[in-house]
């Protein structure tokens, strides 16, 4: 059973800094992305990882602020967040494929293409 736990919440001024982990337990550390989802709207995509960590993949809000990274030694992957704003304010989700995916297919974005979620944790900036 692959499980996934968060950690990093917290509270950020505008233009601060944070750094959000996954730690991946219970199967293959496979590909890897990042979801948030603010009060309101739908869960979208923030980054993701290959399995050796050479390509990544930004939506365009976060692209230059945001990078994703994995340590594949811990099976953990990060998310360090430069320049933050108060509308990055969102609970944020870490996100496994199977363990059959072995590049990043053009679905990448899409929360379905994902099979195993964690708990979400939450970020909130402040202006």
């Known amino acids: 059973q692959v499980q996934l736990f968060e950690s990093g919440a917290g509270w950020a001024q505008g233009g601060g800094s944070l750094r959000l982990s996954c730690a991946v337990s219970g199967g293959t550390f496979s590909i890897m992305g990042w979801f948030r989802q603010a009060p309101g709207k739908e869960r979208e995509f923030v980054a993701v990882?290959?399995?050796?960590?050479?390509?990544?993949y930004y939506a365009d809000s976060v692209k230059g602020r945001f990078t994703i990274s994995r340590d594949n030694a811990k099976n953990t992957v990060y998310l360090q967040m430069n320049s933050l704003r108060p509308e990055d304010t969102a609970v944020y989700y870490c996100a496994a494929r199977p363990s059959t995916y072995y590049s990043i297919t053009s679905d990448y974005a899409s929360p379905t293409a994902y099979r195993y979620w964690g708990q979400g944790t939450q970020v909130t900036v402040s202006s």
């Open positions: 990882i290959s399995r050796n960590g050479g390509t990544t």
